[in-house]
């Protein structure tokens, strides 16, 4: 059973273009100390959740009202059960957004192959030497590779995204990301904020300025079609 811990109605902002419901699965496979859902990541035996069956009878009684379903979290693919969740959403007539970090490459491509969802949005963390450093984890991080070079060559529409922070990102992480991405359609930047963090010491670290976030979008922007810093 997919553990849900949390379900936003209807939102107009996390699905470009659609009207949508966000679900937010529960555990994550990284822990990024800035992240703003510590609740949802550090899943515990006492967290709510919200059962299937109650996840699909809000989604039949929406159908017609709603376009799309965003599946975030946490980080949807750490859930083995994810291919037979989204087919499920999918025979409701709804289109599927899903948010990830890209680390679980099998599952993604997995995914992919069977044609169930409509748009992803991949977190790129840092660089790949980086990422340690910021998820404080070890993994094979050839899988985020693998992950972005699947997704840009699935044919469907995407978006790639850095939360950037001046602990992690300067002007030559800059480089070596847009590098990493090198031809994608869509990439984001957004700015860290500091009112809730997993790691508790995160809150005293500052924001990137408007300008040196333009700063920022400027050297990504050699690399990507489209480079926005979204707010």
Same mark, same amino acid.
């Given at each position: 059973?997919?553990?849900?811990?949390?379900?936003?109605?209807? &939102?107009?902002?996390?699905?470009?273009?659609?009207?949508?419901?966000?679900?937010?699965?529960?555990?994550?496979?990284?822990?990024?100390?800035?992240?703003?859902?510590?609740?949802?990541?550090?899943? $515990?035996?006492?967290?709510?959740?919200?059962?299937?069956?109650?996840?699909?009878?809000?989604?039949?009684?929406?159908?017609?009202?709603?376009?799309?379903?965003?599946?975030?979290?946490?980080?949807?693919?750490?859930?083995?059960?994810?291919?037979?969740?989204?087919?499920?959403?999918?025979?409701?007539?709804?289109?599927?957004?899903?948010?990830?970090?890209?680390?679980?490459?099998?599952?993604?491509?997995?995914?992919?192959?069977?044609?169930?969802?409509?748009?992803?949005?991949?977190?790129?963390?840092?660089?790949?030497?980086?990422?340690?450093?910021?998820?404080?984890?070890?993994?094979?991080?050839?899988?985020?590779?693998?992950?972005? $070079?699947?997704?840009?060559?699935?044919?469907?529409?995407?978006?790639?995204?850095?939360?950037?922070?001046?602990?992690?990102?300067?002007?030559?992480?800059?480089?070596?990301?847009?590098?990493?991405?090198?031809?994608?359609?869509?990439?984001?930047?957004?700015?860290?904020?500091?009112?809730? &963090?997993?790691?508790?010491?995160?809150?005293?670290?500052?924001?990137?300025?408007?300008?040196?976030?333009?700063?920022?979008?400027?050297?990504?922007?050699?690399?990507?079609?489209?480079?926005?810093?979204?707010?």
């Amino acid at each position: 059973m997919i553990r849900i811990a949390g379900l936003q109605k209807m &939102t107009l902002m996390d699905y470009p273009g659609k009207v949508g419901a966000a679900v937010f699965l529960a555990g994550c496979n990284f822990h990024c100390g800035f992240c703003h859902n510590p609740e949802i990541v550090e899943f $515990k035996p006492d967290l709510p959740l919200i059962s299937e069956q109650e996840f699909f009878n809000f989604l039949q009684a929406r159908r017609g009202l709603l376009d799309g379903v965003v599946i975030s979290g946490g980080e949807p693919l750490i859930h083995p059960e994810l291919p037979e969740f989204l087919q499920k959403i999918k025979a409701l007539g709804y289109a599927i957004k899903l948010d990830t970090n890209g680390l679980n490459y099998a599952l993604l491509k997995q995914i992919l192959s069977q044609n169930i969802v409509d748009y992803i949005a991949m977190d790129i963390k840092a660089s790949l030497g980086n990422y340690t450093k910021v998820t404080n984890t070890r993994a094979d991080f050839d899988n985020i590779l693998a992950s972005i $070079k699947a997704i840009m060559a699935s044919g469907i529409d995407y978006e790639f995204r850095t939360t950037v922070m001046p602990r992690f990102h300067d002007a030559q992480e800059m480089e070596k990301i847009g590098q990493m991405i090198s031809g994608a359609r869509k990439y984001y930047l957004q700015n860290f904020r500091n009112h809730k &963090t997993l790691d508790p010491s995160f809150k005293e670290d500052n924001c990137f300025t408007e300008r040196e976030l333009e700063n920022l979008k400027q050297i990504a922007s050699q690399y990507v079609k489209q480079c926005e810093i979204r707010n």
